[in-house]
């Protein structure tokens, strides 16, 4: 029991620190997957160890089943920490999408002459009534 509970805190630790290599790698999704495979095993061994608490001696099972409940709280905090990475990502991806979406769309002249040329016509309009002499 406490080998596999060693190599599954190791597991956790190198885990955990893909997360810094997530931040900055452009290949994020290879990651985002090395660490959702890692999850997995990670979720096998705490399945593995729940069995192996039962046949440790009564008097060390308290604390075995402890150890294995702290691997099963770091294992989701890790799995939380992913899902988040991973709607941040989405997000700037999809800001980059519309980014050049806006970039790229083109906008006609027309749209923007007709409302220039309504608003000139109403300035020429307005200087006419204000400077026509009246007739009498």
Do not use: W
């Not at 997360?19 to 997957?33: G, Q, S, T, V």
């Not at 440790?56 to 920490?81: E, G």
């Not at 800001?95 to 002249?109: C, D, H, P, V, Y």
């Not at 400077?131 to 009498?136: A, F, N, V």
Request: proline residues 3%; aromatic residues 6%; charged residues 30%.
């Amino acid at each position: 029991m406490d080998t596999l509970y060693h190599q599954t805190s190791q597991l956790i630790l190198d885990t955990s620190a893909l997360f810094y290599k997530l931040e900055n790698e452009p290949n994020a999704e290879a990651i985002e997957n090395e660490i959702q495979a890692r999850i997995k095993q990670i979720n096998m061994n705490c399945e593995r160890l729940d069995v192996l608490v039962f046949k440790t001696p009564i008097n060390q099972r308290p604390m075995a089943k402890m150890r294995v409940d702290q691997l099963k709280y770091d294992n989701k905090h890790i799995q939380a920490s992913l899902t988040n990475a991973q709607n941040k990502r989405r997000r700037r991806e999809q800001e980059k999408e519309e980014r050049e979406q806006l970039l790229s769309r083109r906008f006609g002249n027309d749209h923007t002459a007709i409302t220039v040329d309504y608003m000139a016509q109403e300035s020429v309009a307005n200087r006419e009534c204000l400077y026509s002499t009246p007739d009498m």
